[in-house]
């Protein structure tokens, strides 16, 4: 099993950057695929972005395509979501959800989750 923390979200204005980080306990984080997802008030969660294991391949929504970046240090067991150029849009929770599996999008995929981070955008 793997816990998840999320850290680095805040209040921020259009135009700014803010990295968020997902922490991970356990010894074997190396071997979970990680996800960020985000949820907006009254909307579904939806997916951010994703990467595979070793961190060699990364996915994308389009809507963040060449804003945000997603990376990892296995040897901190922690995945970033380095987010730039925001935008109103982007306000919502964002969490970070892990599990054994190939590169998905599917939140339903993803055993593990952590409790969330508010990143508000203002405009």
């Known amino acids: 099993q793997v816990q998840l923390v999320e850290s680095g979200g805040g209040l921020v204005q259009a135009g700014g950057s803010l990295r968020l980080s997902c922490a991970a306990s356990?010894?074997?984080?190396?071997?979970?695929?990680v996800g960020w997802f985000r949820q907006a008030p009254g909307k579904e969660r939806e997916f951010v972005a994703a990467?595979?294991?070793?961190?060699?391949?990364?996915d994308y929504t389009d809507s963040v395509k060449g804003r945000f970046t997603i990376s990892r240090d296995n040897a901190k067991n922690t995945v970033y979501l380095q987010m730039n150029s925001l935008k109103p849009e982007d306000t919502a929770t964002y969490y970070c959800?892990?599990?054994?599996?190939?590169?998905?999008?599917?939140?339903?995929?993803?055993?593990?989750w952590g409790q969330g981070t508010q990143v508000t955008v203002s405009s």
């Open positions: 356990g010894r074997t984080f190396s071997s979970y695929t």
């Open positions: 959800a892990a599990d054994r599996t190939i590169l998905v999008r599917a939140a339903r995929t993803y055993a593990y």
């Open positions: 990467i595979t294991r070793s961190g060699g391949t990364t």
